[in-house]
């Protein structure tokens, strides 16, 4: 499958979810969001038909997301389905790490590769401060049992403007000794995202140099994203950035996502996309169903526009005159 601009699309992101067991403040306020009734959140079973017919289309690769995904029942036996769908190459899992500890086990049993944790600090006190829960040790437990469960774990830190020296440096040295990447995610302008600045790529190298002398890019595949990867002179420890802002990579964007109650979203910044949920249960066809997403997919945007767009609030002006509310992460599939 490709789109307008010839760009390969075999990636998609399901998010589960809009739930999380954490309130992390640049994606989600104190006092949470309004959550989407259960009857308006996809099935397994139609989430199931729309990663079916994707695969027709080309999607190799699903990224289970939420919210937190693992706050979802059953969501063992979702990868276990979607690794069974023909085509499918590879399941993979975003979470905040809170209930892997116990759900390692099975999830690697259900077939799933890998595991992307978020964890932004490796400071318990601070990690309570910026998720406004005191669930450090529950993320540590949950990234050692993925670990020795067989997974390949990755480590995902929001860059923040008020991320420290001590910060980078902290998740370099565990990088070494764990042989765990980390990747620093630099912060977008999405929801309570826009509050915040990012520290950028330049000034984390330097960081990294500094302690660790000049670093060695790698090309090793470690996953499906536009991650670009580091080592160290001594080959221990990886570091990758991922900087959709101001580093862009939507030439070779290769991924959509589904939102939770059924959207085909194309770009995060954009509202394009296709309400899928209302003809699934409408009784489309397959082949109806695979039209519709063929034709949304053709039309992804070029390219996201996050940097005119900084600081907006509220809602956004669509060209039609009408308004699109202003989603956070964990509504759209972080």
Known sequence: ?????????DYIRISVTDRCNLRCRYCMPEEGIDLMRHEDILTYQEILKIAETGARLGIRRVKVTGGEPLVRKGV??????????????????????LLLGDMAPELAEAGLSSVNVSLDTLDPERFSQITRRDRFADVMKGIESAVRSGLK????????EHLSREDVLAFAEYSVKSGIPVRFIEMM????????HAMDNEELLKILSEEYGDL??????????????????????CIGLISAVHHKFCGSCNRVRLTSDGFLKLCLDSPAGVDLRTPLRSGVSDEELRGLMEQWIRVKPESHHFLSSEGREGELPLSDGTTEKCLNMNQIGG
């Open 189 to 196: 302008p999405i929801g309570q995202g826009r509050k915040y």
């Open 76 to 97: 063992s036996q979702l990868i276990r389905e979607l690794n069974a769908i023909e085509g499918m190459e590879d399941v993979t899992l975003t979470t905040n790490g």
């Open 216 to 237: 060695r890019g790698s090309t090793e595949p470690r996953g499906n994203g536009p991650a670009v990867y580091y080592t160290y002179a001594s080959g221990a420890g």
């Open 153 to 160: 774990v990755k480590i995902n830190c929001a860059v923040m």
């Open 1 to 9: 499958m490709r789109d307008g601009n010839g760009r390969k699309i």
